[in-house]
C-alpha cells in the first residue's frame, strides 16, 4: 500500500546489489512512495548483480561510482542534480565489505590492509559522501540521510569481526556529522541498526542460520526482514521524522533490550539436557 509519503522527494541510493539487498527493497518501495532517484555501486558490482533490472522498475539512472573516492562520489552528486533538476531529500549508504571475514581471518590476526579497506569502505565511504553534499550544497533543508549499521557496533558478535569497529565509526561519523548538518542546514543524519537479515553477503556469514534462530527466539517480535527495514526507512526519509537527528536506531523486533527470553532459554535448557549421560 502506497501513502505518498515521499511524493515530490528527490534521493540518491547507494548499495543496491540484487532483489535481497535491503537497498533494493528501499529503493524499490521509494518508487512507490513517489520518490524519483539516482541509484550508484560500484563498477564490478554493476556487472555482477542486477541492478539493471531494478533501475528499469523504479525508472532511475545508474551512476557508477567508487565509494572510497571522493571524486567518483562528486561526479554521483553532481550528475544526480543534474539528472534530477535541483538538490536531493534523501541520501542512503548500505555499503560494508570486509576482506577479512571474506579471508576467514580471526580478530586476532587481521591482515591490516585488509583492514583498511573495511573501514574506507564500510565507514569513510559514508563521511566522504556526507563531506561532499555539504560542500556541493547538495541536500535540501530537512533533508535525511540514512545509514544501515548493525549492533555488532555495540556488541561483540563472534565472526563480525572487523566490520563491528567499522559499523561503530559508521554510527560516530553519523552523530558528529548530524551535529554540524542540522546547525548549519536542518538535515537530518541517522543510522538504522537492522535485524541480522538474509541478503546475498550476509547469506555468506558462517554461522548465518544459527545467528538468525538466536535472535528470532531472543526478540519479543521477531526479526525484522529486509521488507520491513524499507518500510521504516521510508519513514525516515519522510517528513514525518523531520526532528529525528544523530540516532542509532535499532530495527531488530527488540533484539536489542533483550538478555534472555523464554524462548531462548527453553532452547538452551533443551541442549543441556542432550548432554546429561543417560
Known amino acids: 500500500m502506497s501513502y505518498n509519503l515521499l511524493k515530490g522527494k528527490k534521493g540518491i541510493i547507494f548499495g543496491a546489489l540484487d532483489e535481497k539487498s535491503i537497498a533494493w527493497k528501499i529503493a524499490a518501495r521509494a518508487h512507490e512512495e513517489g520518490a524519483v532517484f539516482t541509484l ?75 583492514f583498511q579497506k573495511t573501514i574506507d569502505i564500510s565507514a569513510l565511504s559514508f563521511h566522504k559522501m556526507l563531506q561532499v553534499a555539504k560542500k556541493l550544497d547538495a541536500i535540501n533543508e530537512w533533508g535525511s540521510v540514512l545509514a544501515l549499521s ?20 559508521l554510527e560516530s561519523i553519523a552523530r558528529s556529522f548530524g551535529y554540524i548538518y542540522g546547525r548549519e542546514k536542518f538535515i537530518r543524519v541517522n543510522t538504522i541498526s ?15 542460520d544459527g545467528l538468525l534462530d538466536f535472535t528470532e527466539r531472543m526478540a519479543p517480535l521477531g526479526n525484522a526482514t529486509a521488507d520491513e527495514c524499507a518500510d521504516f526507512s521510508i519513514v525516515m526519509f519522510s517528513d514525518l521524522s523531520r526532528k529525528v537527528t544523530m540516532q542509532n536506531i535499532y530495527h531488530d523486533g527488540g533484539f536489542s533490550s533483550m538478555a534472555m527470553s523464554q524462548k531462548a532459554m527453553t532452547q538452551y535448557n533443551k541442549c543441556l539436557d542432550e548432554e546429561e549421560p543417560a
Not at 535541483?86 to 591490516?112: E, P
Not at 548493525?150 to 565509526?169: C, F, H, P, S
Not at 537492522?194 to 548465518?208: E, F, H, L, N, W
Open 40 to 114: 550508484s555501486n560500484t563498477p564490478v558490482a554493476l556487472r555482477f548483480g542486477e541492478i539493471n533490472k531494478l533501475a528499469e522498475q523504479c525508472n532511475a539512472e545508474i551512476i557508477p561510482a567508487d565509494a572510497t573516492s571522493v571524486h567518483d562520489i562528486e561526479h554521483v552528486f553532481n550528475r544526480s542534480m543534474e539528472i534530477m533538476g535541483g538538490k536531493v531529500d534523501f541520501i542512503l549508504h548500505s555499503i560494508g565489505m570486509s576482506l577479512n571475514v571474506r579471508k576467514h581471518r580471526d580478530y586476532d590476526d587481521l591482515d591490516y590492509d585488509f
Open 150 to 169: 548493525y549492533i555488532a557496533a555495540q556488541r561483540t558478535l563472534v565472526g563480525y569481526n572487523d566490520m563491528a569497529d567499522a559499523k561503530a565509526l
Open 194 to 208: 537492522q535485524s541480522p537479515t538474509r541478503t546475498t553477503a550476509g547469506s555468506g556469514i558462517k554461522g548465518i
